[in-house]
C-alpha cells in the first residue's frame, strides 16, 4: 500500500452464488461497488454453478462437491484468490477445498470426474469479503476513504454459524469472541455492540422443518442484540437475514448486509 494512501489495484475472483443473484442481490450489488471504491477488482467465475449450498460431510460423496471444485479451479487457472460474500457459500467452498488439500482418497476420486488441464489440489487461496476489507485493504485504510461516516449508530454484528466454524478449517476469526466485523463497524464511525447470541444459530437450516424452533433461535438473537443496546444488526448471510427477519416476530431491530453500509459509509450506495 502506497504511503499516499491510495491501494494498489489488486484482481481476484469472485464467486457470488444463486441467493445473491436472487434474493440477496443488495448484498451482490453493494459489494462490487465498494471494492470498485477501494481499488480492488472483482471477476465474476464464468458459467458458475451452485455451491449445493450446504457442505455434504459423507466422505463417501464425491458429486456434490464437483461444482465448487470447478468454481476452485476456474480461480487457480487465473492465477488468482477467490472471493465469496456470502456465509454459506463461502463455508462450503472452503471446506471442500480443505478436503482436496488434506483427504487423498476424496482428492482422487474428485479429479477422476474431471476433465481438468492438470488435477486440482486445492492451491487456491479462498477469502471471505471481509478478510479482504480487514487483511488486504486494512481498516485503517477504509476509515481513510469513508465519507459518510456512521455515527450515532449502535450496530450488532451477527455473524452465525458458518463464518466461524469449524474454526480449524474456516480460519476466520476466533469462534468463541469474534472481533472482525466489530472492528469493520468501528472502520465505519459507528459503535459495535457486543451481545452473547452473536455466534449462535439462528435457526435458518431447520425453518422449513421446524418453524417454531427457528422463531425461538431467532428470538433470542434479537432479543439478545436489542437487550444490549443494539439498534441494528449486520450480517453476511441470506439465510440468516431472511431468518431473522421473518421468524424474528417478537422484535423489530432492522437487519442489514454488511456491504450495504459499507456502501453507504463509502458514499456508493
Not at 467452498?93 to 492438470?118: F, G, P, S
Request: glycine letters at 8%; one cysteine or more; charged letters at 25%.
Amino acid at each position: 500500500m502506497s504511503d499516499s494512501g491510495l491501494i494498489k489495484n489488486m484482481t481476484y475472483s469472485y464467486y457470488p452464488g444463486c441467493t445473491l443473484k436472487t434474493k440477496a442481490k443488495d448484498l451482490d450489488m453493494y459489494a462490487k461497488k465498494s471494492a470498485e471504491a477501494l481499488g480492488i477488482t472483482l471477476e465474476e467465475i464464468d458459467e458458475w454453478q451452485c455451491c449445493g449450498g450446504v457442505y455434504p460431510q459423507a466422505q463417501d460423496e464425491i458429486a456434490t462437491k464437483l461444482s465448487s471444485i470447478r468454481t476452485l479451479n476456474s480461480a487457480k487457472e487465473k492465477g488468482q484468490d477467490l472471493i465469496t460474500v456470502c456465509s454459506a457459500c463461502h463455508h462450503v467452498l472452503k471446506r471442500v477445498n480443505h478436503d482436496m488439500q488434506t483427504n487423498d482418497d476424496i482428492c482422487t476420486r474428485a479429479n477422476n470426474y474431471m476433465e481438468l488441464a492438470e488435477p486440482y489440489k486445492g492451491e487456491t487461496n479462498v477469502i471471505h469479503y471481509l478478510e479482504m476489507l480487514r487483511d488486504i485493504v486494512g481498516f485503517d485504510e477504509i476509515k481513510k476513504k469513508v465519507v459518510n461516516p456512521l455515527k450515532d449508530k449502535k450496530i450488532g454484528a451477527y455473524y452465525g454459524c458458518m463464518l466461524l466454524r469449524p474454526s480449524s478449517e474456516m480460519g476466520f476469526d476466533d469462534p468463541e469472541n469474534p472481533t472482525i466485523i466489530e472492528d469493520f463497524i468501528k472502520a465505519l464511525g459507528a459503535t459495535p455492540v457486543v451481545y452473547p447470541f452473536r455466534n449462535e444459530c439462528c435457526g435458518g437450516y431447520v425453518t422449513l422443518q421446524d418453524k417454531g424452533l427457528a422463531e425461538k433461535k431467532s428470538n433470542k438473537v434479537l432479543a439478545s442484540a436489542e437487550g444490549n443496546g443494539a439498534e441494528m444488526l449486520i450480517t453476511a448471510c441470506p439465510l440468516c437475514l431472511y431468518n431473522l427477519t421473518t421468524n424474528g416476530t417478537e422484535h423489530q431491530i432492522p437487519v442489514y448486509y454488511f456491504t450495504e453500509l459499507l456502501a453507504e459509509a463509502l458514499g456508493v450506495k
